[in-house]
């Protein structure tokens, strides 16, 4: 069949060559409207700038172009395609006869198929529906024998006397009963014969629980899961577990009670923490011995039902014994007492009135054993509940109820209140504690042997390190706020009032260099003094350190570590106080000494440093001063070295030095220099920053700079030569001289002109 020639496509009129853009590589570029769209229309009517107009104009003819280019090479491929589809033409018809036949046997074929399965299926179905039914009637039958065998057993051994054997009979025959729910004559039958087990079971349990015969009841309350009856058998086995408890407990706490109620002295004394211990011991070994009975019955919620009810023994058994504990050692009264001792244990004015002779309050050495006690028995009930806690938290799959019943227990029962009595009882006695032996400390105070401080220091720090630690075991946040706020006081008004009562000496200079035998004794209390302020200001920081990591193991909560945070700010506060009252002391020394050493300096002033060579000469072979300074130093500071303590030296030196440079500046600016005479200066500067260098572990250097750097300046050849080490030629130079004292010092030479040096810009 003859394919019609295509005929000719008419194509789109192209737009003038006048109107396209003079740049020819615009037409490859993506064009920024989608032309083809009509939408894009309402866009180009909307254009008043001439030059987006414009633009678009250009992208519409290269997009116009390339549609031509598409159009022009799809119709190049027509003919290609014309001549395959004839010859597809030509060849059709055999192929699609074929096609067809071979459909029409496989639809036949298919149909014959689908109709032979449906029948197949539906017989299938019938069959397995009969197979069904079959399957149900021979499990009903063997239910009913099964049911048979069970109510027979149950006869058996309830004739027997095998309670277990007939409990489980009856289980399964009320599991059977179940799955096949019946009202026949064997269902009331085993009924009868599982009330009578229930019968005989709970008079037996009963029986064995008075008896404390442990493996009958446990042989007994495991048939009362088999019996429907696990809620009924976990409450008897539990109030068993308590009855167990309770009469260790009462035969504890009445040995006790004889022991504390005892007129005549025994050798025995009261062990309450052992008490208490073995109060504990017995609960947790109830819960952790029957775990595995406990969950037989109820699961987890029978563990957490038994920790609540063994709770109750806890806050009923533990109580007594903290009652008792407290009543033995009067511990409402000692405290009665300790208030009415004084209304404010940390004043300085309660010090006074008690060395005056007031009424005493109780021995600290009893109070020191009472405290001992209650921090036992406290931490004792901190851990057991820990544990107990730990416990429950570790069940998962309780009722929603049970665990903050549980957590309620433990808080909120009358064991936790009569631990936070004993907690109150704690912080009054170790307040007073603390406040009675800080101030025996100071007032037994006396020199250490070979040491270079008093006793006090060492005692008191030793006392507070005690008593904070003590406070930190309670875990209780009252507590260590309460201690800690105690020993900040004390620190901060009695104890500081003694420090600086040691340093108070009107008459500190006439009694250092009158001579005598009074001189050295004086020289080691003042040094002593001294010392014990800075050793407490390094043991106030330690105190803290160590208080502050005690704290963060115990206390995890952020607000109660904010809160031991703030108190802890104090001490680091009284540290710098330490430091500020050690420095002013130390002062007070400088100026005792200083009298000794300004004669030597005053005789600087008559030096010369106008020099020439012979003169330089002989200040190389006698020197004028230095010698005689250094003399001066070791005459009336060095001796003190070995009664002070390293870091109080090293500050008493520095403040020497201070001293000495400051009056050698000033007589350094009133003199004239040659050149010779800056090199002498630059000399002797060397050698005391030598000397004060062997006597301080502290650099000394630093102190001597602006010396140096005046000494380096009068050393110039010429004016002109500051500018080398001045402002960006100054290195890792940092000058402490101002512009003015560089002028200044720069005038001193006699041999620099004045009008060279006010030209210098610095």
Known sequence: MAVPAPSPTPRSPRRPDAILPPDSSSADAAPSVDFGDPASLAALRTLTDAGAATRL???CVAYQRALDARLDALLARRADLDRAAASLLRS????????????AALKESSSSTAALADALSSRVRHLDAAHSRADAALARAEAALDRSRALEAARRALAADDLAAAASAAHDFLAIDARFPTDDDLRRDLLDIKRRLEGLARRRLAAAVDAQDHPAVLRLVRLFPLLALADEGLQVYVSYLKKVVALRARADFEHLAELTSATQPTSERPDFVGCLTRLFKDIVLAVEENDA??????GEDGVAYAIIELQEECDSRGTQILRRYSDYRKLARHASDINSYTKNLLSVVGSMASAAGGTEGPDPREVELYLEEILALTQLGEDYTEFMVNKIRGLRDVKPELGPQAMKAFRNGSFNKMEQDLTGFYVIFE???MVENVRKAIR??????????TSMVDDVFFVLQSCCRRAASTASINSVLAVLGGATSLLSNEYQEALQWRMREPNLGAKLFLGGVGVQKTGEEIATALNNMDVSSEYVLKLRHEIEELCAE???????REKIKSCLSELGEISATFKKILHSGLEHLVASVAPRIRPVLDTVATVSYELDDAEYGENEVNDPWVQKLILAVNTNVAWLQPVMTSNNYDSFVHLIIDFIVKRLEVIMMQKRFSQLGGLQLDKEVRSLINHFSEMSQRPVRDKFSRLSQMSTILNFERVSEILDFWGDNAGHLTWLLTPAEVRRVLGLRIDFRPEAIAALRL
Not at 92 to 103: H, N, Q, T, V, W
Not at 293 to 298: I, N, Q, S, Y
């Open 554 to 560: 115990v206390f995890h909560a952020p607000a109660d």
């Open 431 to 433: 307040e007073f504690f």
């Open 293 to 298: 009975v406990l969950r037989e019955l109820r």
């Open 444 to 453: 037994i105070d006396e020199p250490v042997p070979d040491g270079l401080t």
């Open 92 to 103: 059709a018809p055999p192929l699609l006869s074929l096609a067809a036949s071979d459909a």
């Open 57 to 59: 104009l250009h992208e």
